[in-house]
């Protein structure tokens, strides 16, 4: 497994143009946002809790994910994405899904069209992980232009 640093280096050579990152900027959380409002859809057992379901099971596979780089602060950005979008999906419950599958849809030929002007292959055609890594480049650059560090880069180059 590559370091978060290489992955977001890598990642990020294919987001160089101003309106392809706009782009994902806007089309990345509305990905997650709707992706979770899929699974959040989807039955569950019957067995199990009325507060589980498979929106959180993503989310914790996903952090266990995350967890793998050592970067709390990278877990910590994504839970500040990902609580308001649960949030905001139990508010809307019920009717959530056809939203999603909108929203779903319409953000990734947003992130394709982002791409087309780029001129570069979205990452995840090399690599599926880049999936999960989107999220987390995402939110790096959001919180720097707050000033926040993920401190994603430790001996690496930031690009």
């Known amino acids: 497994m590559m370091k978060l640093a290489d992955y977001i280096n890598e990642y990020s050579e294919s987001h ?6 706009l782009i994902h900027k806007i089309c ?7 992706l979770l409002g899929i699974l959040k859809a989807l039955p569950v057992p019957v067995s ?4 589980l379901d498979w929106s959180l099971v993503f989310v914790v596979l996903v952090l266990v994910y995350y967890s793998l780089f050592k970067n709390i602060r ?12 649960l949030l905001i999906l139990e508010w809307l419950r ?12 319409v953000a990734w030929i947003g992130q394709f ?12 055609f090399k690599d599926l992980f880049f999936l999960l890594i989107g999220p987390v480049w995402t939110m790096h650059t959001l919180l ?7 401190k994603i880069f430790s001996n690496a180059k930031e690009t």
């Open 16 to 21: 160089q143009n101003k309106t392809n990152i």
């Open 28 to 34: 990345v959380p509305l990905i997650m946002f709707s």
């Open 48 to 51: 199990w809790p009325l507060w």
């Open 74 to 85: 990278v877990i910590a950005a994504v839970l500040v994405m990902v609580i308001p979008m």
């Open 94 to 105: 019920p009717r959530f899904f056809l939203l999603s599958v909108g929203i779903f849809i």
């Open 113 to 124: 069209i982002g791409h087309k002007i780029e001129g570069k292959k979205p990452s995840f």
């Open 144 to 150: 720097g232009l707050t000033g926040i560090d993920l």
